[in-house]
């Protein structure tokens, strides 16, 4: 069975690229994420070649996965970072990043963040308040950079179809500015010497599944930017979404490069895909500790939880859970629960899952976004291990060993 060009069954063994998900597992311990970097660089290029007709430059959102090697694969292959903090800025400039190829977004930049940026050269600032120009100013004028690329972020007041708790683009959220805020700001762009209004930026959320969305966002930029000749590029942000469910077959990215490419004419086109790149290129692996069965449930208790994959605690999130030795019966409806002392730790809920026993193994997949970038201490647990496999699929090793807090 193919699940994709990285994760497969080969003889009943669940195989990321050549090797055994489980000898890896038995070597490393669980829980542990496992990255496929040919898969991460695949659908980095499959991005590009589908953006190419916008010639769209391509901003890795490192929040999906700061992990170094993947970001480090990322900028020699030139792809440019979208940053949310001085950390990732940081994160993106030590593995290679080159800083005019930096976008730095966010709602809450804190002052030291954005002199940082500028010092640094990065190459534009998301702005989404007004006050962030008279600190980028401010920060211009001390360092000497004369111009600094700023492009503001319209709130197009668009309801995405995803999970309420991802969307980012609707009236009510506390992400953008309206277009009214943005034609004041652009009155006033003589007030701020150092700044160059060149862009528009709008993301709407995250894992979007309807691409009228996102076409209506960027007409709505249009409409806000065609007054204005110094606009030369149009930020698109991220959320191009991924199958979650082997059954799901997102829209196809062509397709709204088509509907894309008629209307973005002459624009200069960013992009900020974080998920697209990273999430099916990576799995996070657990043991099945304690079976119970209680209640006329069965629940399957292993040593991954929601301090490891927060997603189906926080979004109802669907992973799907694959025992790393295939499972020749079907199994029965169970719940597939985490250590934590939380009734809301569970990662999959009435779910048809292979029989398991206590000591096997499984993957929760398409892990590889928000899954470690999103991991806790909580309960004072151990941040779960790291490993990643090459991109000639030729060796893996551990990238980060586990942070077990010391004994006194
Ligand atoms: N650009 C901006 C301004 C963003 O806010 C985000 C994601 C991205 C780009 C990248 O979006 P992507 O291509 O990955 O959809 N933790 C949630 C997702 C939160 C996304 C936050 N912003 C999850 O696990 O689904």
């Not at 806790?376 to 941040?383: C, I, K, V």
Request: net charge positive; with cysteine; aromatic share 6%.
């Amino acid at each position: 069975m193919v699940l994709n060009s990285s994760f497969r069954y080969v003889g009943g063994a669940l195989q990321v690229d050549d090797f055994a998900l489980e000898a890896i597992a038995s070597e490393v311990g669980t829980p542990v994420y496992v990255y496929s970097l040919r898969r991460v660089l695949g659908n980095y290029r499959r991005l590009r070649r589908a953006f190419a007709p916008l010639s769209a430059q391509l901003h890795y959102s490192v929040k999906a996965n700061g992990n170094a090697a993947i970001v480090e694969a990322l900028a020699k292959q030139g792809s440019g970072f979208d940053c949310v903090s001085g950390g990732e800025i940081r994160q993106a400039l030590a593995a290679g990043g080159a800083a005019r190829q930096i976008v730095f977004a966010g709602v809450g930049k804190t002052r030291a963040e954005i002199e940082y940026a500028v010092e640094r050269g990065v190459g534009w600032l998301n702005v989404e308040n007004a006050l962030e120009l008279e600190y980028i100013q401010a920060a211009a004028e001390r360092t000497g950079a004369e111009s600094v690329l700023v492009a503001l972020r319209l709130n197009p007041e668009v309801t995405a179809k995803t999970h309420p708790k991802i969307a980012t683009g609707h009236g009510g959220a506390k992400f953008g500015m309206t277009a009214a805020v943005i034609h004041a700001l652009l009155a006033k762009r003589n007030a701020y010497p150092r700044i160059n209004f060149a862009g528009i930026h709008i993301h709407i959320g995250s894992q979007l599944g309807d691409s009228q969305a996102t076409i209506r966002a960027v007409e709505k930029a249009l409409e806000l930017a065609r007054p204005y000749p110094q606009i030369r590029a149009i930020n698109l942000g991220g959320g191009l979404p991924v199958a979650y469910q082997f059954a799901e077959s997102p829209p196809p990215v062509d397709e709204l490069v088509q509907a894309l490419s008629s209307r973005l004419g002459e624009y200069r086109v960013l992009l900020e895909p974080g998920r697209a790149i990273v999430a099916d290129a990576g799995a996070l692996l657990a043991e099945v500790l304690y079976v119970k069965r209680q209640a006329g449930q069965v629940f399957y208790i292993v040593d991954a939880g929601m301090t490891d994959l927060l997603r189906p605690a926080l979004y109802d999130a669907h992973h799907e859970v694959l025992p790393l030795r295939k499972a020749s019966s079907r199994g029965e409806v169970a719940q597939l629960v985490g250590p934590v002392c939380e009734s809301t730790d569970v990662l999959a809920r009435d779910r048809l899952l292979p029989p398991l026993q206590v000591g096997d193994k499984i993957a929760l997949m398409t892990a590889g976004a928000y899954g470690m970038a999103m991991a806790s201490n909580y309960n004072a647990r151990p941040l779960p291990a790291e490993v990643l496999v090459d991109a000639a699929g030729a060796g893996w090793r551990a990238s980060r060993s586990r942070n077990l807090l010391p004994e006194k």
